[in-house]
């Protein structure tokens, strides 16, 4: 049995569809990673100098920014999709009314008080890796999610 898997490697809020039915797709595969199972090969993508830093600067998970990923393990390439994919969930989940009167803040970008609006590799390393920060959830939807105390 032969089993082509792809991964998309650039998982941000902008390549999220809605279909009219409500269900989401992931568009714009210009950057995504085939593997083949049979013959073991990854097709990466050609119009990059390098194949690890791959993807949307604000979106790269810790492993692409530090440049430790390792471009022949595919799976290596899921997992950072997965961090991406963090990051939308929690673009979602901020602004998630939790119930009647509770206020959303406004809309934010991950990291839009840490980093320029057009961030460099070398500013998302800093705030990422070297200082270790993540998006935080707001008070009442951290009791709603159990992650702060109550």
Known sequence: MIR???IQTNV????????SNGECVI?????AIRYDSK??????PTFTS?????GTKRYLAPEILTRALNPENFSAYARA????LGLVFWEI?????????????????????QVPGDPTLSDMKAVVVDRGYR?????????LLKIVPQ
């Open 50 to 54: 390098d194949p690890v830093v791959v």
């Open 93 to 113: 989940l901020s602004r998630t009314i939790l119930h009647e009167n509770h206020e959303v803040a406004p809309y934010k970008l991950p990291f839009e008080d």
């Open 27 to 31: 568009g714009d595969l210009g950057l």
């Open 12 to 19: 941000f809020s902008k390549n999220i569809l809605v279909k």
């Open 135 to 143: 998006p935080v959830f707001s008070r009442a939807l951290g009791k």
């Open 39 to 44: 013959s073991h090969q990854l097709d990466l």
């Open 81 to 84: 999709d997965v961090y991406g």
């Open 4 to 6: 082509i898997e792809n």
